[in-house]
C-alpha cells in the first residue's frame, strides 16, 4: 500500500481495520505464536486486497479480467484491478507447483514479511525463503506474461 497514492480509495488504515475485523472474528483459532499469526493476517490481508481489485474491475471494466504484463511482480496498484487479478491467478497456480514458494510470495507479497519472519513462519531458513523469492517472481512473472 506504500506505493499507492495518498489519494486512493482503499487506504492503508481501511485495510488493517478490516484485517483486524476478520482476525478479531477467529474464535476457533488458537495462536501457535508471532509467526502464525502473521501468516493468518497475510492471507487475510490478499483476500481483502483481491475482493477489493475484483468489485473495482467489475464496475470499470465490466468484468472480464485481462491479462497484463507486471514489470516487477513485487508491485502493483489497485487503480489496476486486473493486474492482481492476474497475480492471483497465477499464484494459484504456483500453489499447484510448489505451495512453499507461493507461501513465501503470499507473506511476503501481501503480509509485508521480511525473510527472517517468512522463514520463521514457514519453518525454513531465510536463505531459502531469497531463493523460493527469486524463483516465485520469475515463475510468476512467465506466468502473467504467458497469460496461461
Known amino acids: 500500500m506504500r506505493r499507492e497514492n495518498r489519494d486512493h480509495t482503499l487506504q492503508t488504515t481501511a ?25 493468518i493476517a497475510a492471507k487475510i490481508m490478499r483476500r481483502i486486497l ?22 516487477e511482480v513485487a508491485t502493483f496498484t489497485l487503480e489496476r484491478p486486473e493486474e492482481l487479478i492476474a497475480l ?23 503480509g509485508g514479511l521480511e525473510n527472517e519472519e517468512i522463514a520463521e513462519v514457514l519453518k525454513i531458513s531465510a536463505i531459502t525463503v ?14 502473467i506474461e504467458n497469460g496461461s
Open 130 to 143: 531469497m531463493r523460493d523469492w527469486k524463483f516465485a517472481k520469475a515463475w510468476l512473472f512467465r506466468e
Open 50 to 71: 483481491l475482493n477489493y481489485a475484483r468489485d473495482q474491475h467489475r464496475q470499470k471494466r465490466g468484468g472480464s479480467a485481462v491479462q497484463v504484463s507486471l514489470s
Open 88 to 110: 492471483d491467478d497465477a499464484l494459484e497456480r504456483l500453489t499447484a507447483v510448489d505451495e512453499r514458494k507461493s507461501r513465501v510470495v503470499e507473506l511476503k507479497y501481501f
Open 15 to 39: 485495510l488493517v481495520n478490516e484485517a483486524y475485523l476478520k482476525l478479531i472474528d477467529q474464535n476457533k483459532t488458537h495462536w501457535q505464536n508471532r509467526a502464525h499469526f502473521f501468516a
